[in-house]
């Protein structure tokens, strides 16, 4: 099992927004699209459905190093880093070949398909992802902001 998880994409020009990078909104959007490959690459997707479940993003917060352009290959690095009785949080760390362009996480919550409520995560989801704490965290030296 890979604690951490690697998603990479080519940058869409659709994404671009009227300052000519990536729209901020899009880094949401890719940090969905890395959780459900990540997701799907342990099996969670198909646990989660056997269960009745489904999971949703309660918050996310993204800071934002460096802006992205159309055409350049970006890899998303995420891992799950703590799971709690009904909510997971999971992390993110944009990368444009070594270079660090954004970090991100999102607090993600189980909950029963039907209703949209909180329930707690069954083993048989729990048990797909390796927990990783902050000393193996892949970030690098923090770097300020733009």
């Not at 990479?8 to 901020?24: I, R, S, Y």
């Not at 909104?25 to 699209?33: A, D, F, I, N, P």
């Not at 996480?105 to 990783?132: C, D, H, K, M």
């Amino acid at each position: 099992m890979n604690a951490i998880h690697e998603f990479v994409f080519v940058v869409p020009a659709e994404a671009m927004d009227e300052n000519g990078h990536a729209n901020n909104v899009e880094y949401v959007r890719w940090m969905q699209l890395a959780a459900i490959s990540h997701a799907d690459a342990v099996g969670c997707s198909a646990a989660t459905r056997d269960a009745g479940a489904s999971w949703v993003v309660r918050t996310h917060h993204v800071e934002y190093l460096r802006p992205v352009f159309s055409g350049q290959e970006i890899t998303i690095k995420t891992w799950v880093s703590t799971m709690k009785k009904s909510s997971s949080l999971r992390k993110y760390l944009f990368l444009r070949g070594e270079e660090q362009i954004a970090r991100g996480e999102t607090v993600w919550v189980f909950v029963q398909a039907q209703t949209g409520r909180p329930r707690p995560i069954p083993g048989a989801v729990s048990s797909l992802f390796q927990l990783v704490g902050p000393e193996n965290e892949p970030f690098l030296a923090k770097e300020t902001l733009l």
